[in-house]
């Protein structure tokens, strides 16, 4: 198994897994949407397989849903399941989110990361699930902040408060994505939006962050998007380095996933990552 530089991991992506498996460059960690390896058989999941050899692998969700009140699909729960006992991931994680809800025939998938209010009622529905899902597949989720495009008007707690209050209650750990932050704090009109990505950072309990995700995010006419398709901002660099500091050296994901680089870029990304760790 190839030996990590600290603890540093990139998203393994299609274009990349020739390259990546004759090579086996210094990892700590691979990651991979769960979704796409769902299939029972078939290319993807073996190449999924392969990778294990070599890495450690990195389960990151987009499907739970884990805050919808309609509750969880069965048969993506199942099928997810079925990959964990497979694969035996590092770590597995979802988002807080929502996207399910009743039909005019049933409960619908909205199939996107839909923002949650942070209420009590919220929370007791994500406790429920988060816990849902711990408890069938035997272990810990981490659960990923959002980038969100709107806001409910009726939110209780801040949004650390309300992730520090899920770890407590569930045991789940906290995905920190600071390209998020910073992506919230823009579309916000901050006047300052490192500084406060940094209150958010510093507003969290020590020891609930298990993994932090930067990426690149663009600008388009009046909004900034988070879509993974370019290189790492300095200014989420910093905040990243920001979170090391306030929660030790835990593990990092370079996420790139549209416009998809030359593995040397990608690679670069997560030397500069690795850096920080010092």
């Not at 073996?46 to 070599?54: G, M, Y």
């Not at 450690?56 to 964990?84: K, N």
């Not at 979802?94 to 025939?105: I, N, T």
């Amino acid at each position: 198994m190839s030996s990590g530089r600290h603890d540093v991991g990139i998203g393994l992506r299609q274009p990349h897994y020739a390259e990546l498996l004759n090579t086996t460059p210094p990892l700590g960690f691979v990651e991979v949407h769960s979704e796409n390896f769902f299939a029972d058989g078939g290319a993807a999941l073996a190449v999924l397989h392969q990778a294990r050899a070599h890495y450690p692998v990195s389960l990151h969700g987009v499907g739970l849903a884990l805050g919808s009140a309609a509750g969880l699909d069965p048969w993506h729960l199942d099928r997810l399941q079925r990959l964990v006992d497979r694969i035996e991931p590092l770590r597995v994680s979802d988002h807080a989110c929502f996207a399910r809800a009743p039909g005019p025939v049933g409960v619908v998938h909205a199939n996107d990361l839909l923002p949650i209010a942070f209420t009590e009622p919220a929370l007791a529905v994500m406790a429920a699930n988060v816990s849902q899902v711990q408890d069938r597949l035997r272990r810990p989720l981490l659960i990923e902040n959002l980038s969100a495009y709107v806001s409910f008007t009726d939110d209780a707690v801040s949004e650390p408060e309300f992730f520090a209050r899920l770890c407590r209650r569930t045991g789940c750990g906290l995905l920190l994505d600071v390209n998020n932050l910073m992506v919230n704090a823009l579309n916000a009109g901050e006047p300052d939006p490192l500084q406060a990505c940094r209150a958010f950072i510093d507003a969290l309990p020590i020891g609930i962050v298990g993994e932090l995700h930067v990426a690149g995010y663009c600008e388009a006419d009046t909004i900034v998007i988070d879509d993974h398709g370019s290189h790492v901002r300095p200014a989420v660099w910093a905040l990243c380095a920001h979170a090391l500091r306030r929660f030790g050296p835990v593990p990092v994901l370079v996420e790139w996933d549209t416009d998809v680089p030359a593995l040397d870029v990608l690679l670069g990304e997560a030397a500069h990552a690795a850096s920080l760790h010092g």
